[in-house]
Nanobody
């Protein structure tokens, strides 16, 4: 079993920054895929920033490359997402997720445990 608890988020003006964190606790399940997804009502959930077993370990959606940074310092149980240069298009519910892959690649289907979500709103 895997439990995830997000914190952070909130409201910010365009061009601003926000940080999200996620505490990952596991009991019986191994985890090697962790990351952040986001969803806007009426749209599909989007993988934003992932940490995978492969090389490079971090993967980003094109829409956030150069602005968002995902990290897991020391490989410990906290995942961070630093979001800079935010735009209104970044407004969404952000979810932390975890899962396990037998390969170096983590697809969306590998993520089987989800946090409750935290809202990020970017507006003037």
């Amino acid at each position: 079993q895997v439990k995830l608890m997000e914190s952070g988020g909130g409201s910010v003006q365009p061009g601003g920054s926000l940080g999200l964190s996620c505490e990952v606790s596991t009991t019986t399940m191994s985890v090697n895929c962790v990351g952040w997804f986001r969803q806007v009502p009426g749209k599909e959930r989007e993988g934003v920033a992932l940490i995978t077993p492969g090389i490079p370990r971090t993967r980003y959606a094109d829409s956030v490359k150069g602005r968002f940074t995902v990290s897991q310092p020391g490989g410990k149980n906290t995942i961070y997402l630093q979001m800079n240069s935010l735009t209104p298009d970044d407004t969404a519910m952000y979810y932390c997720a975890a899962g396990y892959s037998t390969s170096d690649y983590c697809s969306a289907t590998h993520f089987v445990a989800w946090g409750q979500g935290t809202q990020v709103t970017v507006s003037a």
